[in-house]
């Protein structure tokens, strides 16, 4: 059953890539979402890759993920009547996000002005790359320059090796996120003064804020996070995050201190117990040694660390993830295996939490499995999701249920291009 969380709430979804989470998010809410297209399809219906590698906007995997629970109809923003259709929807509407280029919507009359005369209610969001005021608002987007400009890309990568990109595009996914944020914030206000607002989301703010601890250390530490790869830590205090094992990875901090201490004493005697180690390591006091990942080490702890982490990586190479995850947990070790997508669809604890959910697909004759809901709630609890729609599923529903057009006046429109 869909959620009662926004049940009779409406949200126009004009976004691409930049903010298909947006109104997803909305979806799964129980808001109702209409995502107006042009009637070739959104941008986001061919971005691969494809299921079953079927290039084609209904197995496009972008689409059929974020789209699912929306309802699409077309729309030709050039035409005349395709902006009256989209503006006539924005008049019996609570929400509406958009990621076009910035005064695009305000030259063609579906800006925020021109729509909050109909609908003062209206809350309206625009993602934006760089906001709109500022030397840098008219710049291009694409997902590399987006980490880049935040400031997030200069720490991705190998010591001593230039930054590299990304490696799943997902700048547009924190933009939508924040939209989502944000208009949820203005509807409570409005609760109470009957007005909408509108909202500008900065994607390179959004990645401004991803580098989370990185922004206090010159002021904690008097220095800056680098590129480290596997490794965590400033260069004076440089340890290894990610070890190998038998079937592929597994994280662990070594550390002391009161935090640390006792589960770097934990792994180094289950090492002793199989045959690894040093006497040095068994016998030194960890709870005791305060070097932190971010405070100086002395040449001694750089040649203690450097072979105690030697020993470790020869001694997860004899298990397997799961074998070493059941010991650290037994043994309150601070460690974690690295999980691929194919151990994330068989965790123990996703399945226990009943996550995952079966959505049919008719559309490509199967049933796929998704996602489940981010959040548990008791009283009003997240529903589940339904299909992606294809292009412009929804658009003779749509226009004749809330627009009232007839069936004739709707031949006309597709005649002409306008939907």
Known sequence: MPSELLKGLRLLDLTDEKGALCGKMFADLGAEVIKVEPPGGCSTRRIPPYLEDKVG???CLYSIAYHAGKKSVTANLDTADGRALVADLAAKSDFFVESHPLGYLDSIGLGYDALAKKNPRL?????????????????????????????????????GKPPIQMSLPQAGLHAGGEAAIAMMLAHYPRQIDGLGQRIVV????????????????PFLHGNHLSRTGIFVGSADARRKMVYECKDGHISILIAGGTTFGNSTKALIEWMRENGFGSDWMRTKDWVSWVPGVFMKMTDQDHKEIDDLETTIQRFLMTMTKHEIYTQGLKRRIFLAPVANVADVASDDQLKARDFWTQVPHNTIGRTLTFPGPFAKLSATPIGSTTRAPRIGEHTDEIYRAILGLTPDRLNKLRAAGSI
């Open 202 to 217: 900065n994607m390179q703010a959004c990645i401004v804020w991803t580098l989370m601890n990185e922004q206090a250390m």
């Open 123 to 159: 809350i309206y969001a625009s993602i934006t790359p760089f906001g709109d005021s500022g030397p840098g608002k008219y710049y291009a987007w694409a997902d590399i320059i987006t980490w880049a400009a935040g400031g997030m890309m200069y720490l991705m990568g190998e010591e």
């Open 57 to 59: 906007p209904d197995h």
